[in-house]
């Protein structure tokens, strides 16, 4: 490797805010994709020694073993909750979450709605993959309808249990947020067999520096990204981006649904 | 980082960490030259890890990084440019 | 307020005695009757009095409010919130997690009658909910009973020693009537330890992290947490139990009682020496851990009819037993609803237990 590591020189490699560990995520998953996305942006904003991440419940529950920074777990859903406490008391910090579909649209739903509603200066990644996925398929706020969970055996019915929930919308129905996004992030099917895009992770990079730097000046930052389960969809990896394309991007239209400070197109 | 623009052959690579590749082919598919794919070796957790050849079934390694930023294992370890 | 001394209901002297002690956040939800204890601090935070009180905020739910205490404390704050019995339960959730977590913090419980919405009036009934720690898994427990409104306001001091020296969340269990009875007092000092605990999650230093979490997958790891959370409660129950006799020396006949039923059995003990029976008082401050060996050694000194007054249909009972393990000859006697026991009855359950 000597030799070669000498003619070549990093254009992109190792992160500070990784600790190496590999991750307990199933093959192609955004979770994993996501966590780079956050190591990456951490790294580059230098704010590694002054973040202290709150780690949900859900697949995102041993994020803090991945990423390098301090962390605090948070009971289900709470999450915005301990990020508050957090951010009164050190409001020098930063601190963001990620939480997957069931924690925050569901049981967590009253917490991230008031924090969003308070404009707290905290920062929530929002993973939506329409399922519980650590518990195993069942049934999720954002399931489509339709959907074969393992709780609706039949497919998702909306005359028992309602439409999909939209929380960037929720989110963006208050005044105080200052930037709301939704990215599509995984990558997405061409016309051309076999061959996919990956604007959702680029354009993804750059949705989660600028979460950060709305939180550095003050503002609510949360960023929904629609997201694949293949295991639990039982559908193969390609196979669920495909779905995700055709199914989950029209429910959950990506885009930029509050920009206060600006923040996009710089 | 800014680079010099890198010259000579195979100008770009890409470091692949073989052990942490699961193999779900999202680097492979989202290559435009098609410089990474599927080997039939079985690493340490039993999948088929990807491996990367600077000359690819549509190109040479451009060095764009769409592998490393889709990667959800960080397996793509590096994305180098050659010193000119 | 500034001066020392004063005239207040048992929960504004509370919420000055955390001021005092250095309190940084109190996150709040309204409920009686506890609300003169956000009620006091809010006053007090928008005054901007206590320098070290840098946040209120009243939360949507006690669920949120009490996961803000978490996040708070995790940065080494002193943190804390009060509640009643419905509240409580919700506190339950964030009490688990913290004390796997082990993040120190102080919990008020106004003990409220219940079960469900029950009524305002006070009740002990919360005992076993406190004592045994409500949440699921098992985690230690610190609960303090104040018994009058000069401790309401010196509890969240030692409340917040204990929480810090042990890491694990303290709580004060007191009830309607002492949170709303009013009293003289002297305010402790202003005091403002500074704590700053080596664990606290405040940023990465170099490779140094600071991980909270209660999440240990590995069965070997969560077994070496268990015991070492065992281990914490021990250590607590060796060190920490406290207690107060009343006039036991001589006693033919002990009442055993907490907070507001302790009261009531000092009046019943002059009652009944004026009718030469010889009554005492044994006192746990501390319910948990329960001081069950100085209650054991007065039962081994020969005191050994016990009677213990409760406003719940018998739980602090049980611990007595324990304690008295076979030795005495234990009774209860008590009400509930919110209503207090009179004189009369305990009187007459004394002398009984002598007959």
């Known amino acids: 490797m000597s030799a070669a590591a000498e003619v070549y020189v990093p254009k992109l490699g190792a992160l500070t805010a990784l600790t190496g560990t590999p991750t307990h995520y199933c093959a192609g998953c955004e979770h994993g994709t996501l966590t780079r996305l956050i190591a990456k942006a951490i790294d580059e904003l230098e704010i590694r020694e002054r973040t202290v991440m709150v780690s949900s419940v859900g697949c995102s529950v041993l994020a803090h073993e991945y990423l390098n920074v301090d962390a605090v777990q948070a009971p289900h859903g709470r999450a915005p909750a301990v990020m508050a406490g957090i951010k009164r008391v050190r409001p020098d910090l930063l601190t963001f979450a990620v939480q997957g579909d069931g924690d925050a649209a569901s049981i967590g739903l009253l917490e991230l709605l008031y924090a969003a509603n308070r404009g707290e200066p905290i920062t929530v990644f929002l993973v939506n993959n329409a399922i519980y996925g650590m518990t195993g398929g069942q049934m999720a706020p954002t399931t489509p309808i339709g959907m074969v969970t393992t709780t609706s055996p039949s497919g998702r019915d909306a005359t028992s249990t309602g439409p999909p929930i939209d929380a960037t919308r929720l989110v963006a129905g208050f005044e105080r947020p200052a930037y709301v996004k939704r990215v599509f992030l995984p990558i997405a099917p061409t016309p051309i067999p076999r061959v996919y895009n990956a604007r959702g992770a680029l354009e993804g990079a750059a949705s989660v520096r600028h979460a950060f730097e709305v939180q550095e000046r003050g503002g609510f930052a949360f960023v929904e990204f629609v997201s694949t389960c293949s295991v639990n969809w039982k559908l193969g990896i390609l196979d669920a981006k495909r779905y995700a394309a055709d199914v989950l991007r029209p429910l959950f239209p990506p885009g930029v649904y509050r920009d206060r400070f600006g923040v996009e197109g710089r | ?84 | 307020m500034t001066d020392d001394r004063a005239f207040l209901k048992g929960n504004e002297a509370l919420a000055y005695g955390a001021l005092r002690t250095g309190l940084n956040a109190y996150f709040a939800y309204p409920i009686t009757p506890s609300s003169e204890i956000p009620e006091t601090l809010a006053a007090e935070f928008d005054r901007r009095s206590y320098p070290a009180f840098r946040t209120f905020l009243q939360a949507a739910s006690e669920l949120e409010a009490i996961s803000m205490v978490i996040g708070a404390a995790a940065t080494g704050a002193k943190a804390m919130t009060a509640t009643s019995g419905p509240g409580f339960s919700l506190k339950q959730e964030g009490l688990s997690y913290a004390a796997g977590m082990e993040l120190p913090m102080l919990i008020v419980d106004v003990n409220r009658a219940g079960p469900g919405l029950g009524n305002l009036g006070p009740e002990q009934s919360d005992y076993f909910q406190a004592t045994r720690g409500g949440g699921h898994g098992g985690y230690p427990t610190i609960v303090l009973a104040p018994a009058s409104v000069p401790e309401m306001a010196a509890f969240p001091a030692l409340g917040f020693d204990l929480a810090f020296e042990y890491r694990t969340p303290v709580t004060v269990l007191a009830d309607a009537f002492l949170g709303q009875l009013k009293e003289d007092l002297v305010l402790p000092d202003v005091a403002a330890p500074v704590y700053a605990p080596e664990w606290a999650a405040t940023g990465a230093r170099g490779a140094t992290r600071h991980v909270l979490s209660s999440l240990h997958l590995e069965l070997a790891d969560q077994s070496r947490h268990s015991h070492h959370l065992r281990e914490k409660r021990d250590r607590i129950a060796a060190r920490e139990p406290r207690a107060e006799e009343f006039e036991t020396d001589d006693a033919e006949v002990v009442f055993v009682a907490y907070g507001i039923c302790a009261r009531l059995a000092r009046r019943a003990i002059r009652l009944l020496r004026a009718r030469s029976v010889r009554a005492g008082l044994f006192r746990p401050i501390t319910l948990a851990p329960f001081p069950a060996d100085r209650l054991r050694r007065l039962v081994a000194a020969g005191r050994s009819k016990l009677l213990v007054v409760e406003l719940n249909a018998g739980q602090m009972v049980d611990d007595v037993r324990l304690a008295a393990a076979g030795g005495a000859d234990v009774r209860s006697v008590g009400e509930m609803g919110g209503l207090l026991p009179g004189s009369g009855d305990l009187v007459r359950a004394a002398e009984a237990m002598l007959r």
């Open chain 2, 1 to 84: 980082m800014t680079l010099e623009r890198p010259s000579g052959p195979d100008r770009f690579r890409v470091v692949v960490d073989a052990e942490r590749c699961k193999g779900c082919e999202l680097c492979v598919v989202v290559c435009p030259p098609r410089n990474l794919r599927l080997t039939r070796a079985f690493n340490r957790g039993g999948y088929h890890p990807v491996e990367f050849s600077f000359h690819g079934e549509r190109g040479d390694c451009t060095g764009c990084g769409l592998c490393y930023w889709v990667c959800p294992d960080f397996a793509i370890a590096e994305v180098g440019a050659r010193r000119p």
